[in-house]
């Protein structure tokens, strides 16, 4: 099974972390997908697993909320 990313893809990671030699523009791009997601799809994935399953949503608070 292909390994899948959650919120940044493996360009975007390459992006960010300035491992990729890439104009400033492509680096801005990257932060504005990773921004929307957090901004506007992430929410609505948290309202699913809270109404269907919460489980699945205390698994994410855990990583999400872990203090280190």
Do not use: F, W
């Not at 929410?43 to 205390?58: G, M």
Request: charged letters at 45%; hydrophobic letters at 35%.
């Amino acid at each position: 099974m292909a390994k899948s990313r959650a919120l940044i893809t493996d360009t975007e990671r390459e992006r960010l972390t300035g491992e990729a030699d890439v104009e400033d523009q492509k680096r801005y791009v990257a932060v504005s997908r990773v921004r929307r997601r957090i901004q506007n799809e992430l929410p609505e994935d948290v309202a699913l697993l809270a109404k269907h399953r919460p489980d699945l949503l205390e698994e994410l608070r855990d990583v999400v909320c872990d203090d280190e």
